[in-house]
């Protein structure tokens, strides 16, 4: 069976609902799903894992420094290659409209681009990936089933 790796940060637990609501939506399409916090959470073990999602909110327009800490860290696997043609994807949580939700998912996917992995984007909601504006709500956790939905039919392609 296809494994996931959902990790997040989350001060408030707006972006730890949304893992929740991802693990749910990436386990009801047959992936299993290990969700960890960030802080609980070791750069070096991606390699072990079919696909990764990373959460994180929006702090001064971009990811929290623990995010960016852990994306620093998986360095070590960089050398490897061994994310390379592995999918990723991301979701943030944001204060208010304009407050800098897509920037903050944007430099979250440029680490996992830079080790080579598939990002899963989306044509509809979110296109960098979903995004709550406060707590996440009722469109917030709609936008999460489908990604979720998405993104495991796209680790079940690549991880066959």
Same mark, same amino acid.
């Given at each position: &069976?296809?494994?996931?790796? !959902?990790? %997040? =940060? ?15 939506? !990436?386990? #009801?399409?047959?992936?299993? !799903?290990?969700?960890?916090?960030? #802080?609980?959470?070791?750069?070096? *073990?991606?390699?072990? %894992?079919?696909?990764?999602? +990373?959460? @994180?909110?929006? %702090? =001064?327009?971009? &990811? ?9 860290? *998986?360095?070590?696997?960089? /050398? ?8 990723? $994807?991301?979701?943030? @949580?944001?204060?208010?409209? $304009?407050?800098?939700?897509? +920037?903050?998912?944007? *430099?979250? +996917?440029?680490?996992? &681009?830079?080790?080579? &992995? !598939?990002?899963? /984007? @989306?044509?509809?909601? /979110?296109? =960098? ?11 917030? =956790?709609?936008?999460?089933?489908? %990604? ?10 690549? #991880? *066959?």
């Amino acid at each position: &069976m296809a494994k996931v790796l !959902v990790v %997040y =940060f989350s001060h408030g637990g707006n972006t730890r609902k949304m893992a929740e609501g991802l693990k749910k939506a !990436v386990e #009801a399409q047959g992936v299993e !799903v290990e969700i960890k916090k960030v #802080a609980e959470a070791d750069p070096g *073990s991606l390699a072990a %894992y079919d696909g990764l999602l +990373l959460g @994180s909110p929006c %702090y =001064f327009g971009v &990811m929290a420094a623990d995010m960016k800490r852990f994306i620093d860290e *998986s360095i070590k696997l960089f /050398g490897k290659g061994e994310l390379v043609g592995k999918p990723a $994807g991301v979701f943030a @949580s944001t204060g208010g409209i $304009g407050g800098g939700g897509e +920037l903050t998912m944007i *430099s979250m +996917l440029a680490g996992l &681009m830079i080790h080579g &992995m !598939v990002v899963q /984007g @989306s044509r509809k909601g /979110g296109h =960098f990936g979903p995004l709550a504006i406060g707590e996440p709500d009722e469109r917030v =956790f709609a936008e999460l089933e489908n %990604y979720g939905a998405q993104f495991a039919g796209l680790v079940k392609k690549l #991880a *066959s």
